[in-house]
């Protein structure tokens, strides 16, 4: 029987951690049998700064352990949430070769939906309106750098990656269960580093993201994928009451497949595409704000109430939660990062934040978002709230992404030695002369 250990001292990299985990187990290191870390994370709320780490655990005796704070039977639960075991492995039912399933986008819920898929021998055809990373990457640098007009199919939002490719690539969540391990350990065999398998807000940052997915991409060609680029959905096929398949925009039908719709939050006319086949939506509450700069000291200082040091960039979460009036939260803060233009419509103003793996820019930033109901936004049915950041809408949210100022700041870029320091990004960078 193995334990979960929580709240152990992290040693550091490269050291033995049987002793410190022992320590906090109060028994001798000698009945520590084995240890793996499973997740680390800063704790800020001390003056002394710390990591801090939770172990899986073999040792003797382990049942008189189970009453000891922050111990418990390690379950097989875990084993999936950390990725201890290979998804691959367990004996299934094999995928009858008659049976193509059809997925819809290429961002991490549809690529993920592909390969998982096809690792069990479906016959997979991986749909994408947008184009490859590499083609994004040259179209968006071209569109910020104003030398190419927007591309409304292929740009932040749409085309390999998803959104998140022009982002911070975090890769946290706050459920506890899930095949998440199976995940992270696949972004590690297509070459993330390491230890997002076992940091407890782990990001991937833009840098990454777009050296990862190419190998994505050839494990799935590998594995017999059928990607189709430029490629839109126009309407699914419904007889019977099921969806048996979808057309596309050059008026070809995929028939005789189950489809999975991986759209992701910008895709509307997905959303209609659904709506229009039967599939059951409803008016949801919508989150509007807008994205805060400021520099990564502050929030450095603010958090450490010192230099940072070796410590990693500081972040924040934040909540305002009044008896009476709206709520507002942060969301998505990115340190040491950038704010970029996002759109996907022609006349419409959207930012966002991207961050690069080192998160070594001069700013920090993050959304700031408030709660808006249903029947506060115009419209009565399910894409109302949707319909509200439409291009027809979105003329009065913004002065443009190129009069967001710093907080504290004049606007202007960072110190000389910030800027030094940053060279290395300035190609990935929305702002012509780096930041």
């Known amino acids: 029987m193995a334990l979960l250990v929580s709240g152990v001292e992290w040693p550091g990299e490269g050291v033995d951690p049987r002793e410190a985990v022992a320590s906090a187990l109060v028994v001798p290191p000698d009945r520590i049998l084995a240890c793996q870390l499973v997740r680390k994370s800063l704790d800020a709320r001390r003056r002394r700064k710390r990591w801090v780490a939770n172990y899986r655990v073999d040792c003797e005796q382990e049942e008189e352990l189970l009453a000891r704070k922050g111990v418990r039977v390690w379950t097989d639960r875990d084993d999936l949430r950390f990725g201890c075991v290979d998804l691959t492995s367990v004996p299934r039912q094999p995928w009858p070769p008659s049976c193509r399933p059809i997925v819809v986008g290429a961002g991490p819920a549809g690529l993920f939906a592909a390969l998982r898929l096809a690792e069990e021998g479906a016959s997979v055809t991986l749909i994408e309106r947008g184009g490859s990373v590499e083609e994004r990457v040259r179209g968006v640098n071209g569109f910020w750098r104003r030398r190419l007009e927007l591309d409304p199919e292929s740009n932040v939002v749409f085309g390999e990656g998803g959104a998140g490719t022009f982002s911070d690539g975090k890769i946290y969540t706050r459920r506890r269960d899930g095949e998440l391990g199976y995940i992270f350990r696949r972004l590690v065999d297509f070459g993330a580093d390491e230890r997002i398998l076992t940091d407890g807000w782990a990001h991937l940052g833009t840098d990454k993201v777009r050296a990862i997915l190419p190998a994505f991409r050839e494990r799935l060609e590998q594995l017999g994928v059928e990607l189709r680029y430029r490629t839109c959905m126009t309407d699914l096929l419904v007889e019977d009451g099921r969806c048996v398949g979808l057309r596309l925009g050059s008026g070809e039908e995929l028939r005789r497949a189950p489809v999975i719709v991986a759209a992701g939050h910008s895709a509307r006319d997905s959303y209609e595409i659904l709506i229009r086949a039967g599939a059951a939506a409803e008016a ?152």
């Open 284 to 435: 949801r509450t919508i989150s509007i704000g807008a994205r805060i700069e400021h520099p990564q000291e502050l929030i450095d200082r603010a958090r450490y109430k010192n230099a940072r040091g070796e410590l990693p960039p500081a972040s924040y979460r934040l909540a305002w939660k009044p008896t009476r009036g709206r709520r507002a939260h942060t969301f998505c803060m990115c340190p040491g990062g950038i704010v970029v233009p996002a759109t996907n419509h022609p006349e419409r103003v959207v930012v966002n934040g991207m961050s690069f793996f080192s998160r070594q820019a001069f700013w920090a930033n993050s959304a700031v978002i408030v709660e808006v109901q249903p029947g506060e936004y115009p419209g009565t049915d399910a894409l109302g709230g949707p319909a509200l950041s439409g291009p027809d809408r979105a003329g009065g949210l913004g002065a443009g992404w190129r009069g967001l100022h710093g907080a504290g700041s004049t606007g202007g870029g960072p110190p000389g030695g910030a800027r030094q320091q940053l060279r290395a990004e300035e190609q990935l960078s929305p702002w012509p002369g780096g930041l």
